[in-house]
């Protein structure tokens, strides 16, 4: 909300600079988000008189005049304007002068001839027409009374202001209008506050009720609304004080009664309208629902279709005015009007809400109903517009009016104990403070004892009980007065993080422990990932969330899959020369458990790995997988299978699985894939379930006794098909080595020279131990042919 | 016969003052000291020594024995010394050659202030408590004293996904969900994505706030600021110090805004905190008694205090990043910044 010092000063007296208001506002809970100082800059512009003009004897198109400047003494001015005259008063900007825009006017030569400043017009001041008549011509500003000379022309104007940008939080709709923003300067300043003036003198024998009829059809939606009738409307301009007013909130004049309204709208922070009678047919105005494909044409000349949840003002035919966002084109004021119905309402916030937003269509008028208007002041405002009409002698102001009223008007009362207010702020305010401080703000206070009554004004609606009174009395009290204090009737808690909390923090430590740095990515991806990432249309990725309004299609569907994020990372990392890198992260998927979507959807957390970079292959991950089961999933038997993920390179990727079921996939990026994404590099990236991990979590540490007897090692190579794994060959050796084997490490495959082909040699290492006895070579041996035996009776292996 | 003794011991020392091999050690070893060494042969004299003289004779031979195999083992141990040295010269390794690469990862900057603050938390007392980021708008809006088309719904640009179901926008929507289940006292930490439609150099539509709760009996907006007080100086540093204002957040009232000491210039006012000597980190308040009520928890009993911050905010002003979209374009160079533990 704007608000311009000049006219905060209309209603209080303000004896504080500005730095002080503004940090008594902020203080108050009005941040001045900011302060523009309106014509600050303009400095040595001075009144002057042209004395006498001539053609500059070098120049066609220049004009040499001698100026009066008072006591700057008689100087000469060089100047292209066309539109200056003998005896005319202009503003001139001397040497060293600033402009409005902050530029600097200096002496100078033109065409030979020294000129000692330069006339100004009315934008090089900041100003326009509807500021100082003739400020808007295309030339220089002509002043038209009798300034005198040398004065500076920002004094004379009055152009210099303050205005204050205030940002006035959603609980306070009464402090969205100049009047309510000078009350709370006025209880922070601690003085009274003047008028604003709603007297009037209605002319005899003028009747709203006897010219119009109104009727109100939808009470809920319109719980007050009064009309007001003015004859004999002498159209035209607003006076220069009204109209400087709306130039510094940034309105344009546009006639006087126009500008009431929306003087009323800023000052009061009441919307009004103005209707033309004669466009209101059978001289009715109706407030009604609209009916289901009703059209109304607003004065901004946009059409819009309507239907029963919005609400319309109409005449006995059509709709004249969308009610609280916009007035119907059909019935606006023109330079012909001659008769005009004041409209002062209340409409309720929520619909006024729904309507604007459903069609675009917000106004100031729009927001200010959005954010809640009292009742009460529809009637100040409209006292306002009339004292208006009647100071400026507008027209003939109708004695009655209509007021249909349906909801009742009365003030909150509040009944409650000062030990509560208190107990609120964990201070105790003296009681005269609490009492002051609200009767600052126009509450009305009776105490006794701890017992307090308090009776809110009508504007301050969002008065609901002690803790709002705790708010107004610490707001003018100051919160310095909190003496910080560690919860100290609090009872003692436990606190800390639980198992599954701890579990993913262990889980990140490990993995930066592997050299992995965590990534964050947003949670919702464009839904041409997925194909991109050619997921199965029947797939659970396929199944995902969409936004209804997403700030654009990159990021309109909730994701399934933590892969293409990753994935996309690595690309922009690639792109800007980081050749390598480990990255993870652990975050949520959505998965409905319908769609459309009925109830919540499940969030699962999933970890996605991604490693690229000369050194890293799919072993990197297989290896960090294998490590991370282990430290988390101790016992579970692991598999890795070939995957059929359609995102992965069919042969150089696995499906992880624990205890026979996926938790996860991992590999090469399939080529194509990486293609699309600009990725001319080889990277390896997988997703592990971590719900579905998580079942299989067993990090119990049971000690196991160490052998006290040597283990005793021997080295097997075998030649075997080239078609059969080290996972086939390991499973065998682990079958049917007995219980002693206590490892086995693989080194070395060999295909080659001496190697029959279609086969290969496979080398081995296997520890036995026992916590027993030192092991026979009877035993070891037995071992080791039980072995072979089953290598070869299952594998076809030889003993190399 | 002592003339004998100073001649072998005379001759040992001289021998072995030009040693330089353990072999040539050896060698002189059994010259002097072997079974059939210069010394050991003294001893075929005895034959020839006085029969009261023996035991001494014995003696002095063996004393020349022990001195005698004393300095060659001074000298084998000098020798030993000087191979070591010589083998350690010539493994002598070029030092400030690179290390083998071992290069440990780190958290995301976000996830380590996160992590800071639940520290600073937990050891208060606070449990952690993560909510659905995809919530109901009554758990998101309703049960937290804003009603459908309330004004307050325009302080944040929400993301729908149908009329009742959102992204959640704010992470207080863990405050009722923890009251309904868990009576006082609660001290809960609630951190976590949230979403909003904003797009710019300081909103992300994607972002994470940490919303705290304390409801207990007695609880007044004093515990709340001393609360906070011990916060920031955990989080920024010791002489940190918070601020309150007014404010107005429909599940709080009285509600703040809470500004700390600029961390740069500690209140002098520098370009961080555009002059003011203080920075906005938090909204906070006393938990609006319909809110708990809501929960079903009496609130003539019981009071609470709430806070909510933006994980952003923290982590751009404590590490002075000026562009909130850095932190989630995930860059390498970027992410490695983060490694000092």
Same mark, same amino acid.
């Given at each position: 909300?704007?608000? /311009?010092?000049?006219?905060?000063?209309?209603?209080?007296?303000?004896?504080?600079?500005?730095?002080?208001?503004?940090?008594?506002?902020?203080?108050?809970?009005?941040?001045?988000?900011?302060?523009?100082?309106?014509?600050?800059?303009?400095?040595?512009?001075?009144?002057?008189?042209?004395?006498?003009?001539?053609?500059?004897?070098?120049?066609?198109?220049?004009?040499?005049?001698?100026?009066?400047?008072?006591?700057?003494?008689?100087?000469?001015?060089?100047?292209?304007?066309?539109?200056?005259?003998?005896?005319?008063?202009?503003?001139?900007?001397?040497?060293?002068?600033?402009?409005?825009?902050?530029?600097?006017?200096?002496?100078?030569?033109?065409?030979?001839?020294?000129?000692?400043?330069?006339?100004?017009?009315?934008?090089?001041?900041?100003?326009?027409?509807?500021?100082?008549?003739?400020?808007?011509?295309?030339?220089?500003?002509?002043?038209?009374?009798?300034?005198?000379?040398?004065?500076?022309?920002?004094?004379?104007?009055?152009?210099?202001?303050?205005?204050?940008?205030?940002?006035?939080?959603?609980?306070?709709?009464?402090?969205?209008?100049?009047?309510?923003? %000078?009350?709370?300067?006025?209880?922070?300043?601690?003085?009274?506050?003047?008028?604003?003036?709603?007297?009037?003198?209605?002319?005899?024998?003028?009747?709203?009720? %006897?010219?119009?009829?109104?009727?109100?059809?939808? /009470?809920?939606?319109?719980?007050?609304?009064?009309?007001?009738?003015?004859?004999?409307?002498?159209?035209?301009?607003?006076? !220069?004080?009204?109209?400087?007013?709306?130039?510094? =909130?940034?309105?344009?004049?546009?006639?006087?009664?126009?500008?009431?309204?929306?003087?009323?709208?800023?000052?009061?922070?009441?919307?009004?309208?103005?209707?033309?009678?004669?466009?209101?047919?059978?001289?009715?105005?109706?407030?009604?629902?609209?009916?289901?494909?009703?059209?109304?044409?607003?004065?901004?000349?946009?059409?819009?279709?309507?239907?029963?949840?919005?609400?319309?003002?109409?005449?006995?035919?059509?709709?004249?005015?969308?009610?609280?966002?916009?007035?119907?084109?059909?019935?606006?004021?023109?330079?012909?009007?001659?008769?005009?119905?004041?409209?002062? %309402?209340?409409? %309720?916030?929520?619909?006024?809400?729904?309507?604007?937003?459903?069609?675009?269509?917000?106004?100031?008028?729009?927001?200010?109903?959005?954010?809640?208007?009292?009742?009460?002041?529809?009637?100040?405002?409209?006292?306002?517009?009339?004292?208006?009409?009647?100071?400026?002698? =507008?027209?003939?102001?109708?004695?009655?009016?209509?007021?249909?009223?349906?909801?009742?008007?009365?003030?909150?009362?509040?009944?409650?104990?000062? *030990?509560?207010?208190?107990?609120?702020?964990?201070?105790?305010?003296?009681?005269?403070?609490?009492?002051?401080?609200?009767?600052?703000?126009?509450?009305?206070?009776?105490?006794?004892?701890?017992?307090?009554?308090?009776?809110?004004?009508?504007?301050?609606?969002?008065?609901?009980?002690?803790?709002? !009174?705790?708010?107004?009395?610490?707001?003018?009290?100051?919160?310095?007065?909190?003496? /910080?204090?560690?919860?100290?009737?609090?009872?003692?808690?436990?606190?800390?993080?639980?198992?599954?909390?701890?579990?993913?923090?262990?889980?990140?430590?490990?993995?930066?422990?592997?050299?992995?740095?965590?990534?964050?990515?947003?949670?919702?991806?464009?839904?041409?990932?997925?194909?991109?990432?050619?997921?199965?249309?029947?797939?659970?990725?396929?199944?995902?969330?969409?936004?209804?309004? /997403?700030?654009?299609?990159?990021? *309109?569907?909730?994701?399934?899959?933590?892969?293409?994020?990753?994935?996309?990372?690595?690309?922009?990392?690639?792109?800007?020369?980081?050749?390598?890198?480990?990255?993870?992260?652990?975050?949520?998927?959505?998965?409905?458990?319908?769609?459309?979507?009925?109830?919540?959807?499940?969030?699962?957390?999933?970890?996605?790995?991604?490693?690229?970079?000369?050194?890293?292959?799919?072993?990197?991950?297989?290896?960090?997988?294998?490590?991370?089961?282990?430290?988390?999933?101790?016992?579970?038997?692991?598999?890795?299978?070939? &995957?059929?993920?359609?995102? =992965?390179?069919?042969?150089?990727?696995?499906?992880?699985?624990?205890?026979?079921?996926?938790?996860?996939?991992?590999?090469?990026?399939?080529?194509?894939?990486?293609?699309?994404?600009?990725?001319?590099?080889?990277?390896?990236?997988?997703?592990?379930?971590?719900?579905?991990?998580?079942?299989?979590?067993?990090?119990?540490?049971?000690?196991?006794?160490?052998?006290?007897?040597?283990?005793?090692?021997?080295?097997?190579?075998?030649?075997?098909?080239?078609?059969?794994?080290?996972?086939?060959?390991?499973?065998?050796?682990?079958? *049917?080595?007995?219980?002693?084997?206590? &490892?086995?490490?693989?080194?070395?495959?060999?295909?080659?020279?001496?190697?029959?082909?279609?086969?290969?040699?496979?080398?081995?290492?296997?520890?036995?131990?026992?916590?027993?006895?030192?092991?026979?070579?009877?035993?070891?041996?037995?071992?080791?042919?039980?072995?072979?035996?089953?290598?070869?009776?299952?594998?076809?292996?030889?003993?190399? | 016969?002592?003339?004998?003794?100073?001649?072998?011991?005379?001759?040992?020392?001289?021998?072995?003052?030009?040693?330089?091999?353990?072999?040539?050690?050896?060698?002189?070893?059994?010259?002097?000291?072997?079974?059939?060494?210069?010394?050991?042969?003294?001893?075929?004299?005895?034959?020839?020594?006085?029969?009261?003289?023996?035991?001494?004779?014995?003696?002095?031979?063996?004393?020349?024995?022990?001195?005698?195999? $004393?300095?060659?083992?001074?000298?084998?141990?000098?020798?030993?010394?000087?191979?070591?040295?010589?083998?350690?010269?010539?493994?002598?390794?070029?030092?400030?050659?690179?290390?083998?690469?071992?290069?440990? $990862?780190?958290?995301?900057?976000?996830?380590?202030?996160?992590?800071? +603050?639940?520290?600073?938390?937990?050891?208060?007392?606070?449990?952690?408590?993560?909510?659905?980021?995809?919530?109901?708008?009554?758990?998101?809006?309703?049960?937290?004293?804003?009603?459908?088309?309330?004004?307050?719904?325009?302080?944040?640009?929400?993301?729908?996904?149908?009329?009742?179901?959102?992204?959640?926008?704010?992470?207080?929507?863990?405050?009722?969900?923890?009251?309904?289940?868990?009576?006082?006292?609660?001290?809960?930490?609630?951190?976590?994505?949230?979403?909003?439609?904003?797009?710019?150099?300081?909103?992300?539509?994607?972002?994470?706030?940490?919303?705290?709760?304390?409801?207990?009996?007695? +609880?007044?907006?004093?515990?709340?600021?001393?609360?906070?007080?011990?916060?920031?100086?955990?989080?920024?540093?010791?002489?940190?110090?918070?601020?309150?204002?007014?404010?107005?957040?429909?599940?709080?009232?009285?509600?703040?805004?809470?500004?700390?000491?600029?961390?740069?210039?500690?209140?002098?006012?520098?370009?961080?905190?555009?002059?003011? $000597?203080?920075?906005?980190?938090?909204?906070?308040?006393?938990?609006?008694?319909?809110?708990?009520?809501?929960?079903?928890?009496?609130?003539?009993?019981?009071?609470?205090?709430?806070?909510?911050?933006?994980?952003?905010?923290?982590?751009?002003?404590?590490? $002075?990043?000026?562009?909130?979209?850095?932190?989630?374009?995930?860059?390498?160079?970027?992410?490695?910044?983060?490694?000092?533990?």
């Amino acid at each position: 909300m704007k608000a /311009p010092l000049s006219w905060l000063k209309e209603f209080v007296d303000i004896d504080i600079t500005v730095e002080e208001l503004e940090k008594k506002l902020f203080s108050c809970g009005l941040e001045v988000e900011e302060t523009i100082y309106y014509g600050k800059n303009i400095d040595k512009i001075v009144v002057a008189r042209i004395l006498k003009t001539e053609k500059h004897p070098n120049a066609d198109k220049l004009t040499v005049c001698q100026i009066d400047a008072g006591k700057y003494g008689n100087l000469q001015i060089i100047t292209a304007a066309t539109n200056i005259f003998e005896g005319a008063l202009v503003p001139v900007a001397l040497d060293g002068a600033t402009l409005f825009n902050g530029e600097r006017i200096y002496n100078g030569q033109l065409r030979g001839l020294p000129s000692y400043g330069m006339f100004c017009s009315g934008e090089e001041l900041g100003i326009t027409d509807d500021f100082y008549p003739g400020a808007s011509v295309y030339g220089i500003l002509i002043l038209n009374e009798d300034y005198p000379l040398g004065a500076e022309v920002k004094d004379v104007l009055g152009i210099e202001d303050v205005i204050f940008d205030i940002n006035v939080t959603a609980n306070r709709p009464d402090c969205q209008s100049i009047l309510g923003l %000078a009350r709370e300067v006025a209880a922070v300043l601690n003085k009274p506050i003047k008028g604003p003036s709603l007297e009037y003198v209605a002319t005899k024998g003028v009747s709203t009720k %006897a010219t119009i009829k109104v009727s109100d059809k939808a /009470p809920d939606l319109c719980p007050r609304y009064m009309a007001h009738y003015i004859k004999n409307l002498k159209i035209g301009e607003s006076p !220069l004080w009204m109209k400087k007013r709306l130039f510094r =909130m940034g309105l344009r004049s546009i006639s006087n009664i126009v500008d009431v309204t929306n003087y009323v709208l800023l000052e009061i922070g009441q919307p009004m309208h103005a209707f033309d009678l004669n466009d209101l047919e059978g001289n009715e105005i109706v407030i009604r629902r609209a009916e289901n494909g009703e059209k109304i044409i607003t004065l901004d000349e946009k059409e819009f279709a309507l239907s029963e949840n919005n609400l319309v003002i109409c005449d006995s035919v059509k709709p004249v005015a969308l009610a609280g966002v916009m007035g119907g084109l059909n019935s606006e004021i023109k330079s012909t009007t001659k008769d005009v119905v004041f409209e002062c %309402a209340k409409f %309720a916030r929520d619909n006024v809400r729904k309507t604007a937003r459903l069609l675009g269509q917000r106004t100031d008028a729009s927001s200010r109903y959005e954010k809640g208007i009292d009742a009460n002041s529809a009637e100040v405002g409209l006292k306002r517009a009339l004292h208006l009409v009647d100071e400026l002698k =507008m027209g003939e102001i109708a004695e009655d009016n209509y007021d249909l009223l349906f909801e009742k008007i009365e003030n909150k009362v509040i009944s409650t104990k000062i *030990s509560k207010i208190n107990a609120v702020l964990g201070i105790t305010v003296p009681t005269d403070v609490i009492v002051n401080s609200l009767e600052k703000l126009n509450f009305e206070v009776k105490v006794s004892g701890d017992d307090i009554v308090v009776k809110a004004p009508l504007y301050r609606d969002d008065i609901e009980d002690y803790p709002d !009174l705790a708010e107004e009395v610490i707001r003018e009290y100051g919160y310095e007065h909190i003496e /910080p204090t560690l919860l100290k009737t609090s009872s003692i808690t436990a606190g800390g993080l639980n198992k599954e909390q701890t579990d993913i923090a262990n889980l990140k430590t490990l993995l930066t422990g592997y050299g992995f740095n965590e990534i964050l990515t947003y949670s919702f991806v464009s839904e041409k990932e997925y194909d991109i990432f050619g997921f199965d249309k029947n797939s659970d990725e396929y199944r995902f969330i969409k936004i209804l309004n /997403p700030i654009g299609e990159d990021l *309109s569907v909730m994701r399934t899959s933590l892969l293409p994020s990753i994935c996309r990372i690595i690309a922009s990392n690639l792109k800007r020369k980081n050749m390598e890198g480990r990255l993870f992260e652990f975050a949520k998927i959505y998965q409905p458990k319908s769609l459309p979507l009925t109830e919540l959807p499940i969030e699962n957390e999933v970890l996605s790995l991604g490693v690229f970079g000369e050194n890293e292959d799919f072993f990197t991950l297989k290896g960090v997988i294998e490590d991370l089961i282990s430290n988390f999933a101790y016992g579970a038997e692991v598999k890795f299978v070939r &995957s059929n993920k359609s995102c =992965m390179h069919p042969t150089r990727s696995a499906d992880v699985v624990i205890n026979g079921k996926v938790v996860g996939y991992f590999g090469e990026l399939l080529p194509q894939i990486a293609d699309k994404l600009d990725i001319d590099k080889k990277i390896y990236v997988g997703e592990i379930k971590y719900y579905l991990l998580k079942e299989f979590f067993n990090n119990k540490i049971v000690f196991k006794p160490i052998s006290k007897f040597p283990p005793v090692e021997r080295d097997l190579a075998i030649t075997v098909g080239d078609n059969i794994s080290w996972g086939d060959i390991y499973s065998v050796i682990k079958e *049917s080595a007995g219980d002693k084997l206590d &490892s086995v490490k693989l080194f070395d495959i060999y295909k080659g020279d001496q190697i029959e082909k279609g086969k290969k040699s496979v080398a081995f290492n296997l520890t036995f131990v026992s916590l027993e006895a030192t092991l026979t070579v009877e035993e070891i041996d037995q071992a080791i042919n039980n072995i072979l035996e089953c290598l070869k009776s299952k594998l076809g292996a030889e003993l190399r | 016969m002592q003339e004998k003794f100073n001649q072998i011991r005379q001759s040992a020392i001289e021998s072995l003052a030009s040693v330089t091999s353990m072999r040539e050690i050896g060698e002189l070893r059994a010259k002097y000291v072997g079974k059939s060494g210069e010394v050991t042969s003294l001893l075929r004299s005895m034959k020839d020594i006085p029969n009261d003289q023996k035991a001494s004779f014995g003696k002095m031979v063996n004393d020349l024995k022990d001195e005698i195999m $004393g300095y060659f083992n001074v000298k084998e141990a000098e020798l030993k010394q000087k191979e070591l040295e010589s083998q350690f010269e010539k493994e002598a390794l070029d030092i400030t050659l690179p290390g083998k690469k071992v290069v440990a $990862g780190n958290l995301h900057p976000l996830n380590i202030v996160k992590n800071e +603050i639940i520290n600073a938390f937990t050891g208060m007392g606070f449990e952690i408590f993560e909510g659905p980021e995809i919530e109901t708008d009554y758990y998101c809006f309703q049960a937290l004293n804003i009603p459908k088309d309330h004004p307050a719904r325009d302080m944040q640009d929400t993301f729908y996904i149908n009329d009742d179901i959102v992204l959640r926008s704010q992470t207080s929507t863990g405050q009722v969900r923890v009251m309904e289940n868990k009576k006082p006292p609660i001290k809960i930490l609630s951190p976590g994505r949230v979403y909003r439609s904003d797009d710019d150099a300081s909103h992300s539509p994607m972002f994470h706030q940490c919303e705290g709760l304390v409801v207990d009996k007695g +609880i007044s907006l004093c515990d709340l600021q001393g609360l906070l007080d011990e916060f920031v100086k955990i989080i920024f540093d010791k002489q940190t110090k918070t601020r309150l204002r007014p404010s107005y957040f429909p599940f709080t009232e009285p509600s703040v805004e809470v500004d700390v000491t600029c961390s740069k210039c500690h209140g002098k006012g520098c370009s961080l905190c555009k002059g003011t $000597g203080w920075i906005e980190i938090l909204g906070a308040g006393v938990v609006n008694k319909k809110v708990l009520e809501n929960c079903g928890i009496d609130s003539n009993v019981y009071s609470g205090l709430a806070f909510g911050l933006g994980i952003e905010r923290v982590t751009m002003i404590k590490y $002075g990043i000026t562009d909130i979209r850095t932190l989630f374009e995930n860059n390498v160079k970027f992410l490695k910044q983060f490694d000092r533990r």
